[in-house]
């Protein structure tokens, strides 16, 4: 059974009076375990079809399949669920909530999905160990770097356990050494955790490293490499 | 860890929070002073200073700080009776029935109208007006000669030119100002009347005024300890009131300050809820990238309103606490400013319950301007918000 599978996807949307189609007929299949890299030119449904894959967007047509699951059909407060549990977010600005330390940032989807205190907060401290920021725990955003704060989304992403990890372009706003960092994090979480990484980018590095390449142009799969 | 973020939502943008603090206070303090305002005149013309009092025992129906509408209201009878029995209680320090009534008085010059205060001067130090200058008890009532001694306030001094040991007529009306009584004491004005004051024993403030018959009195004051349910037994068919419980009663028993009271508030929440609102507004619109991506990573639309809510509570307590304050200095302000300017004594009280009204007021106020935000919330659309980064 395939861990995520889209069947006939479908994305329209209109910039002012212009129909955009963004995706057209996409048809995947992702096993668990496996290290995506999803590339293409701007404009060509990257970002969009991350969206899809990872719920927060719904498609004008087809299905997405989460552990053949048909989330196309869910309800929002379903799909947010889904959200919280099985998917986990990096995106290209680091979007920590600046208000809160890291160590709160991490915390902040484990507390939403009811997980007891202490086990937060020793959940927590092992995610800020993976990462490497153990000694940053009650830094706020502002007092970390670019890769740190990254550092910092894929720890969350990581809190509630999910079995997918998207992310969008996590090195485009990063030094090549912080962009290195990133990468190896994320392969890190893909053999050691055993997750399923879905990235776009255009870090042609962070590619070269990916089980399987999927290019896109116009809206369609152009090529698909494993 | 939501009501976290709500409160450091507010310290990063600190001016704003501030500013819309103060206009909120403001609101909260002028509702307070306005009905506080109220509250000090109707207690202008009260003949009974509340800090003087620990017990309450007032008929049913009635009000003992308005003399005047007060009158004609339902009175205690046989209370000479009642006063000789409950003194017996070893934890009643001093009781006494209170009359109030309007008196003419007269020394030469064309008569006048003053309040009246008809009661049985006893031994204690707890009261404000001197009534140790009377003679103790009431004599008159138990059928020996009038005392003819009065006390009375700066306010009567002046306006009849009296000093102790001076003599002047009263009656219960203008024509028949027949009996003479002097001045044995004079005492302060300022937080207690702003009305001109006479003080006599109860059994000749009756014979003045028709009410020694049936023994009546207006309400029973009593200084003492652990007494309430003592009272409430033995005046089953009154109210008995501790001061605090009298405190409320004597502004929400009242519809012209009640009236008053609402219409401010209104005004007061209106205002509150526009600040807090079009603050709460502005902030959501900022933090609409942070929500996005909340609701990106799984957090529920009723978490997300919870932070707004607390965010729009907090700023609404802070007002209100400010506006407690500032309601504090505004009452010592016009105080202050009445008695050197027009020396009419106090004429703002801010009763407790006041304090609670503005608590309650800014925090409805608070609830009430979250709810559009929440709303706001809700529309955010992930994709387009996170993309507009």
């Given at each position: 059974?395939?861990?995520?599978?889209?069947?006939?996807?479908?994305?329209?949307?209109?910039?002012?009076?212009?129909?955009?189609?963004?995706?057209?007929?996409?048809?995947?299949?992702?096993?668990?375990?496996?290290?995506?890299?999803?590339?293409?030119?701007?404009?060509?449904?990257?970002?969009?079809?991350?969206?899809?894959?990872?719920?927060?967007?719904?498609?004008?047509?087809?299905?997405?399949?989460?552990?053949?699951?048909?989330?196309?059909?869910?309800?929002?407060?379903?799909?947010?669920?889904?959200?919280?549990?099985?998917?986990?977010?990096?995106?290209?600005?680091?979007?920590?909530?600046?208000?809160?330390?890291?160590?709160?940032?991490?915390?902040?989807?484990?507390?939403?999905?009811?997980?007891?205190?202490?086990?937060?907060?020793?959940?927590?401290?092992?995610?800020l160990d993976a990462v490497g920021l153990r000694e940053r725990a009650n830094h706020m955003p502002g007092q970390l770097s670019g890769g740190e704060q990254q550092r910092i989304a894929i720890a969350r992403a990581l809190a509630n356990n999910p079995s997918i990890i998207l992310a969008d372009e996590p090195t485009g706003e990063?030094?090549?050494?912080?962009?290195?960092?990133?990468?190896?994090?994320?392969?890190?979480?893909?053999?050691?955790?055993?997750?399923?990484?879905?990235?776009?980018?255009?870090?042609?590095?962070?590619?070269?490293?990916?089980?399987?390449?999927?290019?896109?142009?116009?809206?369609?799969?152009?090529?698909?490499?494993? | 860890?939501?009501?976290?973020?709500?409160?450091?939502?507010?310290?990063?943008?600190?001016?704003?929070?501030?500013?819309?603090?103060?206009?909120?206070?403001?609101?909260?303090?002028?509702?307070?002073?306005?009905?506080?305002?109220?509250?000090?005149?109707?207690?202008?013309?009260?003949?009974?200073?509340?800090?003087?009092?620990?017990?309450?025992?007032?008929?049913?129906?009635?009000?003992?700080?308005?003399?005047?509408?007060?009158?004609?209201?339902?009175?205690?009878?046989?209370?000479?009776?009642?006063?000789?029995?409950?003194?017996?209680?070893?934890?009643?320090?001093?009781?006494?029935?209170?009359?109030?009534?309007?008196?003419?008085?007269?020394?030469?010059?064309?008569?006048?109208?003053?309040?009246?205060?008809?009661?049985?001067?006893?031994?204690?130090?707890?009261?404000?007006?001197?009534?140790?200058?009377?003679?103790?008890?009431?004599?008159?009532?138990?059928?020996?000669?009038?005392?003819?001694?009065?006390?009375?306030?700066?306010?009567?001094?002046?306006?009849?030119?009296?000093?102790?040991?001076?003599?002047?007529?009263?009656?219960?009306?203008?024509?028949?100002?027949?009996?003479?009584?002097?001045?044995?004491?004079?005492?302060?004005?300022?937080?207690?009347?702003?009305?001109?004051?006479?003080?006599?024993?109860?059994?000749?403030?009756?014979?003045?005024?028709?009410?020694?018959?049936?023994?009546?009195?207006?309400?029973?004051?009593?200084?003492?300890?652990?007494?309430?349910?003592?009272?409430?037994?033995?005046?089953?068919?009154?109210?008995?009131?501790?001061?605090?419980?009298?405190?409320?009663?004597?502004?929400?028993?009242?519809?012209?300050?009640?009236?008053?009271?609402?219409?401010?508030?209104?005004?007061?929440?209106?205002?509150?809820?526009?600040?807090?609102?079009?603050?709460?507004?502005?902030?959501?619109?900022?933090?609409?990238?942070?929500?996005?991506?909340?609701?990106?990573?799984?957090?529920?639309?009723?978490?997300?309103?919870?932070?707004?809510?607390?965010?729009?509570?907090?700023?609404?307590?802070?007002?209100?606490?400010?506006?407690?304050?500032?309601?504090?200095?505004?009452?010592?302000?016009?105080?202050?400013?009445?008695?050197?300017?027009?020396?009419?004594?106090?004429?703002?009280?801010?009763?407790?319950?006041?304090?609670?009204?503005?608590?309650?007021?800014?925090?409805?106020?608070?609830?009430?301007s979250g709810l559009l935000p929440v709303f706001m919330t809700q529309r955010i659309n992930i994709v387009r918000t996170l993309a507009d980064k």
């Open positions: 059974m395939p861990h995520l599978r889209t069947v006939g996807l479908y994305k329209t949307y209109w910039l002012d009076e212009i129909k955009i189609q963004s995706l057209i007929d996409i048809n995947l299949s992702i096993e668990q375990g496996e290290f995506v890299a999803i590339k293409g030119p701007s404009g060509s449904g990257k970002s969009t079809l991350l969206h899809l894959l990872g719920c927060i967007d719904t498609p004008t047509m087809g299905n997405v399949f989460i552990k053949d699951i048909n989330v196309s059909t869910m309800k929002a407060n379903a799909l947010r669920e889904l959200r919280l549990r099985e998917l986990g977010f990096v995106f290209q600005h680091f979007y920590l909530l600046p208000v809160l330390t890291a160590q709160e940032n991490i915390e902040l989807p484990m507390k939403e999905a009811g997980l007891p205190k202490a086990q937060r907060k020793q959940r927590t401290m092992e995610l990063l030094d090549s050494a912080s962009g290195r960092t990133i990468l190896e994090l994320l392969l890190k979480i893909n053999r050691e955790y055993g997750k399923t990484i879905i990235v776009v980018t255009h870090d042609d590095s962070l590619a070269r490293q990916a089980t399987r390449i999927i290019k896109l142009h116009d809206g369609r799969i152009v090529s698909d490499v494993r | 860890m939501y009501a976290k973020i709500a409160f450091k939502g507010l310290l990063r943008r600190k001016w704003r929070t501030l500013f819309t603090s103060i206009a909120i206070a403001l609101a909260v303090s002028i509702m307070i002073l306005l009905v506080s305002v109220g509250v000090g005149l109707k207690q202008g013309t009260a003949m009974m200073y509340e800090k003087d009092v620990d017990y309450w025992i007032i008929p049913k129906d009635s009000s003992v700080t308005d003399i005047v509408s007060n009158s004609e209201k339902t009175m205690l009878g046989n209370v000479h009776q009642s006063i000789g029995n409950i003194s017996s209680n070893p934890d009643i320090r001093y009781a006494t029935p209170v009359l109030n009534r309007m008196l003419y008085a007269s020394n030469e010059k064309e008569p006048k109208l003053i309040l009246g205060l008809g009661l049985i001067p006893g031994n204690t130090d707890k009261f404000s007006i001197p009534t140790n200058n009377l003679t103790q008890g009431d004599p008159r009532f138990y059928g020996k000669p009038q005392t003819g001694e009065i006390l009375i306030n700066e306010k009567t001094a002046r306006l009849f030119d009296l000093k102790i040991g001076d003599s002047v007529r009263l009656g219960g009306s203008s024509n028949r100002l027949n009996t003479s009584f002097t001045v044995k004491g004079i005492f302060s004005e300022t937080q207690y009347s702003l009305s001109p004051v006479v003080v006599l024993h109860l059994s000749e403030l009756q014979e003045l005024t028709g009410n020694l018959r049936g023994d009546r009195a207006n309400y029973i004051i009593a200084q003492g300890s652990n007494v309430l349910d003592y009272l409430r037994k033995y005046f089953p068919d009154t109210e008995v009131m501790g001061n605090s419980e009298y405190s409320t009663y004597s502004v929400v028993s009242d519809t012209k300050i009640l009236a008053t009271a609402a219409a401010v508030s209104i005004v007061s929440m209106l205002i509150a809820v526009l600040f807090i609102s079009s603050t709460m507004i502005v902030s959501i619109h900022e933090k609409q990238h942070e929500f996005a991506l909340m609701m990106a990573i799984g957090i529920s639309q009723r978490s997300i309103a919870k932070i707004v809510i607390y965010e729009s509570i907090f700023l609404s307590a802070l007002g209100a606490i400010m506006g407690i304050l500032l309601s504090y200095l505004g009452q010592f302000v016009l105080n202050m400013a009445a008695d050197r300017l027009f020396e009419v004594g106090q004429i703002a009280v801010v009763d407790p319950i006041l304090f609670i009204g503005g608590i309650t007021i800014a925090l409805f106020a608070g609830i009430f």
